[in-house]
Every structure is written in C-alpha cells, then in structure tokens.
C-alpha cells in the first residue's frame, strides 16, 4: 500500500463508537460531580444549626475586619515556611546518609542518627514548640536567641527533619543493589556511589513523598500559634476572643488552602512525568 | 473450517510511525504460527494488538467468529479465553509459584481455590516445576521464571496462546528448556501465536511461518518453504544473517 493511507469505513464507525463512548462518559462524569455536590451543599446549608454556624464562622462583615490581621500573621507562617524548608531538606539528608553508612568510623553518627529520627519523630510537633520556644530562652545562656518564633522554628526543623530524613532513607533502600555493584564495578567510591549514582535516584522517586511532607509544613507553621507567635491563626483567635465571631478562622483556611493547593498540583504533576519518563512504553 | 483467529488489514501507528501495515492473518485451531523478523518489524505489537494491549488503527480482528476489534467488546471477555506471555516474564514478585498461577483463575474465571491450586499444581508438575511452588518468582532461574509463566497462562485452559520473543532475555543454555515446553504444547494441539529469533525451532514446531518487514507481513507459508526457498529478497537477507551458514 504505497499509496496514502485513508480509513476504512469500519475504522470510521469505530471513531464514531469510540467518540459516542466517550462523550458518554463526559456525561456521567458531568451528572455525577453536580450531584454530589449539590447534594452536599443541600445537606450542609439545610441542616437545623446552618443559620446560627453561618452567622458565627462565615460572616462577610467579620472577614473584612480581620482580613488585614490575618493576612500580616500569615506573613509569619509563610516565612517560616520558606526558611524552614531548605534547612529541614539539608538537615534531613544529611542524617539519612549517615543512617545508611556503613563506615566502621561512623558507627557513632548512625547510632545518633537513629537514635534522633526516634526520638524526634515520636514527640508531637506541638509539645516540641512549647518546650523549645518557652524552654531554650528560659535557660538564658548567654548568646542564644530568645525569640519564640526562632526555637518554634528550630522546633518545626527537628521534628520534620526526622520524617523527611526517613523519607530519604526510603528512597535510598529502594535503588536496586545492582545499580551499587555497578557502580564499584566501576571503581567508584562508597561516597562517590551515593554522591552520583544513589542519591541522584533517591531524591526522584521520593519527590512526591517530600512534597506531601512540605505540604503538611506549610499547615504545621501553625503549631508556633502555641507558642504565643503572632501568626495567622493567633491573630484570628486574638480577633475572635475580642469580637466573639469566629470567622477570621475560616479566612485563615482559606489563606492555607490557597497557599497549599499549588504545591499539590506540583506533587501530582510530577509523579505523571516521572511516570511517563521512566516508564515510557513498558506496559 | 472458520479460523479461530481472523486478522484483516490491521494497521497501528504511534504519531507518525507507522508499526503495522495492512497486515493480514488467519489462525485456525492447533495452528502454530512464527513471526518472525528483525526487532522492530511490528511482531510484538501484532500480538499485544491480538490481546486488546493495544487499540487498533484500522482494520478489523475477530476471534472465534466474533469481531473483538469494537470499542464496545469488552477486552477483559476476549483475555479471558486469550494467554499471552511475555519475553520479562512479567510474574507478580509478591506473590509465590503458585500463587501466581492461580490468580486469574480464581479472580476471574470462578474457580475455587482448591480446584485452582490443583490444577496449577498438576501444570507445575508437568513442566518440572513442583520444587518451586511455594517460592517467590526471585528465587527461580530466567528459564524457570519463564516456565511458571508459560503455566500461569495456561492455568486459565486459553483457546489461544501468545508468545512474545519468550526466549529472547534467557541465558542461551535456559533456552531449551522453555522450548521444550512450548514443543509439547504444540504436541498436544495447542493453538499458538508465537514472536521469536528462535528459527531452527520456528522450522520444527511451526505450521505456519510469517515473515514481517517494516510493520507488513512480506511473506507466509509453511517452514520447509520460507525457510529453504523464499521467495521475497527481504527474506532471503534476514535468514541469511540470522542463520547459521
């Protein structure tokens, strides 16, 4: 068949089937979605407290007075964020390393490496703010920080660095043992093997999973409210105290919600591409 | 006698390339037919099309009289009575020797477990795997792992068998071990489509040879004839290089 190819009359039908399955399934999918949500909203605005619960956490009046003090708290949550984060990930690494090394000298490291991720993984988050942000500065050692918002962040880096460490560590056990008999084969170092052929693997299938953690940071620079920080959800329960409305805490969800669902999308995003990329055509 | 398997004018393309061209093929019942070819000549996606793996771009396919080439057929009816194996093995690393045989036969075709184990454990037994029945597929051998694989396809009594390239990542002495299976198979009547560089093998066992060439079907016809006098130049190349003067 050298000349162009065109379908058959049968490839056509069978276009037209596939089209007619498909805008089928759009249908359902369409009709599915509007119901349950429309049956949720029902449920929710008829139930016998709605009216007294709207007037207490989504009234438009005390959303707009509180809006400017929340929206300066969150200011807080989001800069402690961003500067807790690239610690946690060095820190994080740096333990997961030395709990996989197997270097007589470093026996010491492990042993302490576990002996943290134990321990620090097992105190809540928000026990770890209080002790730290109330406990350090009371000690009053001379050239310590006494901010509160300082040890609740070191708090936040203890504690999440433990789970992201054990992420790390995940994602190093996983590399097949093959890939480090390859790598000695080629007379790589113990360091040089993790430094260019283990880790660069790890770090790649455990994204997703560091993002989930990050996701949940970003919620948890909440906990420093504990500590009397003067963050969103402080500034929110400061306004309702003061007012007896409790809607500023929904205009802080809202802010959390916000700042949260790009870093999902990013998670969801990447896990297809490596999906595809590493997994292109093996079905 | 209506053939069991009816492949008309199958065309498959990924984007602009074009994987399989008019290709045309009837498998009656106890057929045996080799595909053979260079990599890449569309072998494998003929079969994985045969499977349902794969949407057609044009053409039609039937199976036992019925056209399974409609979007509206539902794949998992036509695998039912279909096995295919693959050249990875593709075997369920958590699930043991017998486990793996009796999945689909207890999950899908209704048998209960004990009917199902005491047919994997015949099957097993019949291809010299009754050792291995508890073990994990990690702990067996490429040619053993190929064997249980062989047998969880058949473990499901498939009207029709496909095999993909089965032998081509073994170790050259774990080959024959696999072939001798699939030898019997055809022995016993067993109705196969089978991909494979195997060509001494494809001449004994094969009712059927096809020759493939970029995604077309050049040339089909019983082994003494492709093999000894074939009668595309394109043939003639390929078993050139690939057999042994």
Redesign the interface.
């Known amino acids: 068949?050298s000349t162009v190819?065109a379908?058959?009359e049968?490839?056509q039908e069978?276009r037209r089937?596939?089209r007619r399955?498909r805008a089928r399934s759009v249908l359902i999918a369409t009709l599915v979605t509007v119901g349950v949500f429309v049956g949720l909203g029902v449920a929710v605005t008829g139930s016998p407290g709605w009216p007294s619960v709207q007037e207490l956490f989504f009234n438009g009046f005390h959303a707009r007075e509180s809006f400017d003090a929340v929206l300066e708290g969150f200011w807080i949550n989001v800069k402690l964020f961003l500067i807790c984060q690239p610690v946690i990930l060095v820190l994080a690494l740096g333990v997961a390393l030395a709990r996989t090394a197997r270097s007589a000298w470093l026996v010491p490291v492990r042993l302490l490496a576990a002996l943290y991720t134990d321990v620090f993984r097992g105190i809540p988050t928000i026990l770890l703010v209080i002790l730290l942000a109330f406990g350090v500065p009371a000690l009053r050692l001379e050239g310590l920080p006494t901010d509160r918002l300082f040890w609740a962040g070191v708090a936040l880096v203890l504690s999440y660095g433990a789970y992201v460490a054990e992420v790390f560590r995940s994602g190093i056990d996983s590399i097949h043992p093959s890939q480090i008999a390859s790598a000695e084969a080629l007379a790589l170092s113990r360091a040089q093997t993790m430094r260019h052929v283990v880790v660069p693997q790890a770090v790649r299938r455990v994204v997703p999973p560091l993002l989930n953690d990050f996701v949940s940071l970003q919620k948890d620079t909440a906990l420093v409210a504990a500590a009397g920080v003067f963050d969103a959800v402080f500034a929110a329960r400061d306004y309702g105290n003061f007012n007896f409305n409790y809607t500023p805490l929904v205009v802080v969800a809202g802010f959390f919600v916000v700042m949260t669902v790009p870093l999902a999308r990013l998670t969801d995003w990447l896990q297809r591409r490596y999906a595809e990329r590493e997994r292109a055509g093996a079905? | 006698m209506s053939a069991l398997l009816e492949v008309r004018?199958v065309?498959k393309s990924y984007g602009d390339r074009?994987v399989l061209?008019?290709v045309s093929l009837d498998v009656a019942a106890h057929d045996v037919i080799c595909l053979i070819g260079s990599s890449g000549s569309g072998k494998s996606t003929l079969l994985r099309c045969i499977d349902l793996?794969e949407d057609i771009?044009?053409?039609?396919i039937r199976f036992d009289g019925s056209e399974i080439?409609?979007?509206?057929v539902d794949p998992r009816e036509v695998r039912r009575q279909i096995g295919m194996v693959f050249q990875a093995y593709n075997l369920f690393p958590h699930l043991s020797v017998l486990d793996n045989c009796t999945l689909s036969p207890r999950r899908v075709h209704g048998l209960s477990k004990r009917e199902a184990e005491d047919r994997a454990r015949d099957l097993l037994a019949t291809f010299g795997l009754s050792d291995h029945v508890d073990k994990h597929p990690d702990r067996l051998s490429g040619g053993q792992q190929q064997r249980v694989a062989l047998v969880r396809a058949l473990c499901t009594r498939p009207a029709l068998l496909l095999l993909d390239e089965i032998t081509a990542a073994l170790d050259p002495e774990l080959i024959g071990e696999v072939l001798t299976i699939v030898r019997q198979l055809a022995e016993r009547g067993t109705t196969m489509v089978l991909a494979t560089h195997e060509m001494s093998f494809a001449r004994e066992v094969a009712t059927s040879v096809c020759f493939l060439s970029e995604g077309r079907i050049l040339e089909q016809g019983p082994p003494a004839e492709i093999f000894s006098n074939p009668r595309e130049e394109r043939t003639r190349q390929f078993l050139r290089r690939v057999l042994p003067s």
């Open positions: 068949m190819w379908p058959s049968r490839e069978r089937i596939r399955q079905r | 004018g065309r074009v061209d008019d793996l771009d044009d053409g039609v080439s409609d979007p509206r």
